[in-house]
Every structure is written in structure tokens, then in C-alpha cells.
């Protein structure tokens, strides 16, 4: 028993459990197991925002200007300077911004800052500044948690993805069939609750750090539920579920984020 509890000791510390980010004032500090290497899967999340941008652009849909785009960029750049409270490394970050023109409900940030927004989401829900940016401040923290990475090496080590190392060997058909099923841990997997509720708790706190009102998350994803109840179908909660609990726990937290916004610098 003793020594198999020192073999677990050792593949946890071989793993790297620990936290990928710091606590910040919100306080989430949970471990987390990570076995497939974050090389890997920042490869595998570049690769997918360069096809998903090459599709966009074929289609003529890709904005890259105007005051649509100009908008979410400058909330981006100030959420991105209130990211390193949590990771000192995103310094080394190539951020980048893309907007689809297509009537989808649904915003991602992939692992390394590579950020999407669909004109759909900002439209339809006639979105607030202080709305995108708890939006953006959410996804941005799922890829600073690095989720994706988590989800995949909990896939690889129950043996789902066990040849992920080959998802960048030069075999183009291999590299695609496992490239699809690792992109699927990243972008169509609906997050665990407590993913989401660690992404809703940074993302409120790099709001209000920027500058936008913490109080507009509630507003946000009670317009989601909204959007969703009717004919219309929100992307964005086939991957993030939305539910009493979430808008509860963001109502709670308020006070701790309100003395943070009170403080920020607001443009
Ligand atoms: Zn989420």
C-alpha cells in the first residue's frame, strides 16, 4: 500500500499537478492533472483557428476591420493587460482576434489567446461593451486554465486519446482523423460545471480589473438563456450550460469583485 501510494505520488508529480494560474482575489487554486504536454495542444489549437479563419475568409466572411471589429479589439487589449495577475507567462502570448460574420451565437478563446467572436452573438443579443467583455473575459479564462488541455489528458489517460503525440506526425491522414478528436476536446466538448464555474469566477475578476461593470455576467447569460428558449439555438450553451446555479454563484460574487471595478481605470 505504502508503495503504491509513492507510484501515485510520483505520477502526479511527473504529471504536473498543480494549478495553471494564480489565484487572484476570486481564489480558485484547484490542482490539475496534465499529461499531454501544452506544446501539443497549443499546436493543435493554432492549427484550428488558422483552418477556422481559412474557411471564414474563403466564405468572404472574416472581419478583420471596421468599428464591429474595432470594438471587440479594444476590449480584448484591455482585458489581455489584466491577464497576467493570473499567468505570468501570457506575456509571451501571440494574442489574436478573429470575428466570423455568420449568425452564430458563440465565442471561444483557444490555449495561447487565439480569440473568436461571432457577429451573431453581439447582434442578436444587442450585447454591451461591459456584456462582451464578461463574455470574452469568460473564454479567455478557460484558455488560461488551459481546460482543453486538462480535458485531453484526462481522455488520454482513460486511453480515448492515446496516440495524441501522433496528431503531429507527417502522416497528413492520420495527422487530420486525430487532429478532429483532439479539436473536439478543445472547442465541442460542453465544459464541466466546475470548468465553467472556475471561468466564470477569473473571467468576472479580469472584467472589473479592465474596467467593465462584473454585474453585466448576469445580465449576459440571462439574455443567453433567453435567446435559447425560443427557435433560436445559442451555440455558445451546447458548450457552456447555463443554469440557475451559475447565475446564482455570479450574483454572490459580486461583492468580491465590485471594490475591483470601483478601482479600474474605465477606458
Ligand atoms: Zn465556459
Redesign the pocket.
Given at each position: 500500500m505504502q508503495a503504491r501510494l509513492g507510484l501515485i505520488g510520483v505520477v502526479a508529480a511527473l504529471a504536473g499537478c498543480a494549478s495553471s494560474t494564480m489565484p487572484g482575489t476570486v481564489g480558485v487554486t484547484r490542482s490539475q492533472f496534465m499529461i499531454v504536454p501544452a506544446s501539443e495542444v497549443d499546436a493543435l489549437a493554432l492549427s484550428g483557428f488558422s483552418n477556422q479563419n481559412q474557411k471564414a475568409r474563403a466564405a468572404g466572411k472574416l472581419v478583420n476591420s471596421g468599428a464591429e471589429y474595432d470594438r471587440l479589439e479594444r476590449i480584448a487589449k484591455r482585458l489581455q493587460a489584466q491577464v497576467p495577475v493570473f499567468r505570468a507567462d501570457t506575456k509571451d502570448w501571440k494574442w489574436e482576434l478573429a470575428l466570423i460574420d455568420a449568425p452564430v451565437l458563440n465565442a471561444t478563446c483557444a490555449p495561447g489567446g487565439k480569440i473568436t467572436f461571432y457577429t451573431g452573438l453581439v447582434r442578436k443579443l444587442k450585447l454591451t461593451d461591459d456584456e462582451i467583455a464578461m463574455v470574452m473575459g469568460?473564454?479567455i479564462a478557460?484558455a488560461l486554465r488551459e481546460h482543453g488541455r486538462e480535458r485531453m489528458s484526462e481522455a488520454k489517460a482513460t486511453g480515448t486519446v492515446t496516440t495524441l503525440a501522433k496528431v503531429l506526425a507527417p502522416d497528413k491522414a492520420l495527422t487530420v482523423d486525430l487532429a478532429n478528436k483532439a479539436s473536439y476536446f478543445l472547442f465541442s466538448l460542453p465544459?464541466s460545471r466546475e470548468?465553467?464555474s472556475e471561468?466564470?469566477t477569473i473571467g468576472l475578476e479580469l472584467g472589473a480589473r479592465a474596467g467593465y461593470d462584473p454585474r453585466a455576467a448576469v445580465l449576459v447569460w440571462e439574455k443567453m438563456a433567453a435567446a435559447s428558449s425560443g427557435a433560436g439555438k445559442a451555440e455558445f450553451l451546447s458548450?457552456?450550460p447555463s443554469n440557475e446555479t451559475r447565475i446564482a454563484s455570479l450574483t454572490a460574487m459580486q461583492p468580491r469583485v465590485a471594490p475591483l471595478y470601483a478601482a479600474a481605470n474605465k477606458k
Amino acid at each position: 500500500m505504502q508503495a503504491r501510494l509513492g507510484l501515485i505520488g510520483v505520477v502526479a508529480a511527473l504529471a504536473g499537478c498543480a494549478s495553471s494560474t494564480m489565484p487572484g482575489t476570486v481564489g480558485v487554486t484547484r490542482s490539475q492533472f496534465m499529461i499531454v504536454p501544452a506544446s501539443e495542444v497549443d499546436a493543435l489549437a493554432l492549427s484550428g483557428f488558422s483552418n477556422q479563419n481559412q474557411k471564414a475568409r474563403a466564405a468572404g466572411k472574416l472581419v478583420n476591420s471596421g468599428a464591429e471589429y474595432d470594438r471587440l479589439e479594444r476590449i480584448a487589449k484591455r482585458l489581455q493587460a489584466q491577464v497576467p495577475v493570473f499567468r505570468a507567462d501570457t506575456k509571451d502570448w501571440k494574442w489574436e482576434l478573429a470575428l466570423i460574420d455568420a449568425p452564430v451565437l458563440n465565442a471561444t478563446c483557444a490555449p495561447g489567446g487565439k480569440i473568436t467572436f461571432y457577429t451573431g452573438l453581439v447582434r442578436k443579443l444587442k450585447l454591451t461593451d461591459d456584456e462582451i467583455a464578461m463574455v470574452m473575459g469568460h473564454e479567455i479564462a478557460h484558455a488560461l486554465r488551459e481546460h482543453g488541455r486538462e480535458r485531453m489528458s484526462e481522455a488520454k489517460a482513460t486511453g480515448t486519446v492515446t496516440t495524441l503525440a501522433k496528431v503531429l506526425a507527417p502522416d497528413k491522414a492520420l495527422t487530420v482523423d486525430l487532429a478532429n478528436k483532439a479539436s473536439y476536446f478543445l472547442f465541442s466538448l460542453p465544459n464541466s460545471r466546475e470548468h465553467e464555474s472556475e471561468a466564470d469566477t477569473i473571467g468576472l475578476e479580469l472584467g472589473a480589473r479592465a474596467g467593465y461593470d462584473p454585474r453585466a455576467a448576469v445580465l449576459v447569460w440571462e439574455k443567453m438563456a433567453a435567446a435559447s428558449s425560443g427557435a433560436g439555438k445559442a451555440e455558445f450553451l451546447s458548450t457552456h450550460p447555463s443554469n440557475e446555479t451559475r447565475i446564482a454563484s455570479l450574483t454572490a460574487m459580486q461583492p468580491r469583485v465590485a471594490p475591483l471595478y470601483a478601482a479600474a481605470n474605465k477606458k
